[in-house]
């Protein structure tokens, strides 16, 4: 069965500093990955999201990813991070063309001034 | 970008009442919509696939009985939760593709509701 793993529950980091947050998947196949961010009062919004060919991919607010099929995980990267960031982040896996998504349990970021 | 819409975004009932939650797409048609469960420092848990003019597909283990789903057009999906219990608090978000896309890419998700059973 299709799974998501994001190990980190929370992680704080200073305005400025730089960010990964970790994810892992567990599929047979390719999958398709993606990165959303959810603030408060906000639906998910798509941060990025690989389905094939380069597996560096870059998204809004100056998120990158890289699919690593070796390791089997989808990390998260930002090289600034800004205090708007702070919020909760999912990887979730879309497992075939149906739409449905499997989330991770999600990590959320604090930001430091 | 595509808007999707909740009401209530917070509803607190009383145990064995019934709640129902509406999703709505607010500038396209969605012909499949999506529920998920949400519980505190949790992750987003699949419970439906809501499809317009046909029966909803339940995911294993949630009760269609105990959650209604019904979409009347093709830019509204509600859930009803029949009968509400404690452990049926919970946040509720749906979520849209855009009809005619068969890309996972193009999910819209609404902000969510708070339900809170007393």
């Known amino acids: 069965a299709q799974s998501v793993t994001q190990p980190d529950i929370h992680i704080t980091v200073s305005e400025g500093a730089s960010l990964e947050l970790r994810c892992n998947y567990s599929?047979?196949?390719?999958?398709?990955l993606f990165w959303y961010v959810q603030s408060p009062g906000q639906g998910l919004q798509l941060l990025l999201k690989?389905?094939?060919?380069?597996?560096l991919v870059q998204g809004i607010k100056g998120f990158e990813a890289e699919f690593k099929r070796s390791q089997s995980s989808f990390n998260l990267r930002k090289p600034s991070v800004h205090w708007s960031d702070a919020a909760e982040y999912f990887c979730?896996?879309?497992?075939?063309?149906?739409?449905?998504?499997?989330f991770g349990s999600g990590t959320r970021l604090l930001v430091r001034p | 970008g595509a808007v999707v819409s909740q009401h209530p975004s917070r509803v607190i009932c009383k145990s064995g009442t019934s709640v129902k939650i509406e999703c709505r797409s607010l500038?396209?048609?969605?012909?499949?919509m999506f529920w998920y469960r949400q519980f505190p420092k949790q992750s987003l848990m699949l419970m439906a696939t809501?499809?317009?003019?046909?029966?909803?597909?339940?995911e294993q283990g949630v009760e269609k009985d105990k959650f209604l789903i019904n979409h009347a057009s093709l830019t509204l999906s509600t859930l009803t939760v029949t009968s509400a219990h404690p452990e049926d608090s919970s946040f509720y978000i749906c979520?849209?593709?855009?009809?005619?896309?068969?890309?996972?890419?193009?999910?819209?998700f609404g902000p969510g509701t708070r339900l809170t059973v007393l």
């Open positions: 979520s849209a593709p855009l009809a005619g896309v068969t890309s996972t890419d193009t999910q819209y």
């Open positions: 500038d396209f048609q969605a012909t499949t």
């Open positions: 690989y389905f094939s060919g380069d597996t």
């Open positions: 599929y047979g196949a390719t999958p398709y």
């Open positions: 809501s499809n317009e003019g046909s029966k909803a597909t339940y």
């Open positions: 979730a896996v879309g497992a075939d063309s149906s739409y449905k998504l499997i």
